[in-house]
């Protein structure tokens, strides 16, 4: 409520002569986003992304996942209203490292990050958050739309469906904004291209490596020792992660080297699940039984399962 309550209407920024033209002209491109997702797509036309919190340059949210050490089972928490989700947010970043500890000790693969946005499916306005200013034009637009779309279509007790579906369509409809306003052999179409084919690439390298994994657990008996669990898993993981570095990446030679020393642990694994496992579906959805034409996809997703 406080980030909710001190946000600032855009017209503000776009009228204070101190506010940087550069993010000026970022406030006006999510404008064109939302009335794009409005008018192209039939995404619910909210009053949302029409005000701005200054962030300062600090983090504002934290959200904290995890998983069992030897099987990709995500913990749950249950919420009025949405029903059972595999994600805990903060806005307090004390709470959240709390939380972190706590499951930690109880023995799960535990994650903590901070989200590029979030959504309170309508229930409040949700503002544009400063720092979001920063992404280049087709990551806003991807974030923008992911988010108007739990405000659209959200099942309850459904989280790998509603996010899969959001970051399917807030991707797939990137596409569409920015080749109608800059066109497809511009710089924003292209960089958008690259960076979205290395992402679906590695998406779909993690994802495989989650099924193998998840057969590795499987194999684990009671006989075994945790620490020799552990060892096998570690091993598994650092496969994983090395081989990625065999992935055809536009403009990246090693992506291994993102972790370091800190391999990712089960919670990493499933968020790939939640987010990008059911994008293939999606896709063969769209193109066989709506002939590309995501705005009809929308609506008959929106019209098949009541909102909430």
Do not use: C
Not at 74 to 100: H, N, Q
Not at 270 to 278: A, D, F, I, L, P
Request: aromatic share 14%; no cysteine.
């Amino acid at each position: 409520m406080k980030i909710v309550m001190n946000a600032r209407p855009v017209e503000e920024f776009l009228l204070d002569p101190q506010f940087p033209d550069s993010l000026k002209s970022k406030l006006r491109l999510i404008d064109e986003i939302r009335k794009f997702a409005i008018d192209s797509l039939g995404l619910k036309d909210t009053k949302n992304y029409k005000t701005l919190y200054d962030q300062q340059g600090k983090e504002v949210m934290w959200v904290v996942t995890a998983s069992a050490p030897f099987k990709l089972e995500p913990k749950m928490w249950d919420f009025p209203i949405v029903g059972s989700v595999p994600y805990k947010g903060y806005f307090d970043i004390e709470k959240a490292r709390k939380e972190r500890d706590r499951l930690q000790a109880e023995g799960y693969d535990v994650s903590m990050r901070n989200p590029g946005g979030w959504s309170t499916l309508g229930w409040f306005t949700d503002p544009i958050l400063s720092k979001m200013l920063n992404r280049n034009e087709g990551d806003l637009a991807s974030l923008i739309i992911h988010e108007m779309v739990h405000s659209t279509v959200f099942i309850k007790d459904s989280v790998d469906f509603n996010e899969n579906l959001a970051s399917f369509i807030g991707d797939t409809a990137s596409y569409y904004f920015l080749a109608s306003k800059y066109g497809r052999e511009s710089k924003e179409y292209i960089k958008y291209l690259h960076e979205d084919q290395n992402y679906q690439i590695y998406s779909d390298h993690i994802l495989r490596g989650s099924s193998a994994l998840d057969s590795l657990y499987k194999t684990f008996t009671d006989q075994e020792s945790d620490s020799i669990k552990r060892e096998k898993k570690k091993a598994f993981i650092q496969k994983i992660i090395s081989s990625m570095d065999t992935l055809s990446l536009y403009d990246v030679k090693k992506p291994s080297a993102r972790f370091g020393n800190n391999l990712p642990n089960n919670a990493y694994f499933m968020s790939y699940r939640h987010y990008q496992s059911k994008q293939h579906i999606f896709t063969d959805e769209l193109d066989l039984k709506f002939k590309g034409d995501i705005k009809k996809y929308i609506r008959y997703l929106s019209e098949k399962d009541p909102f909430l």
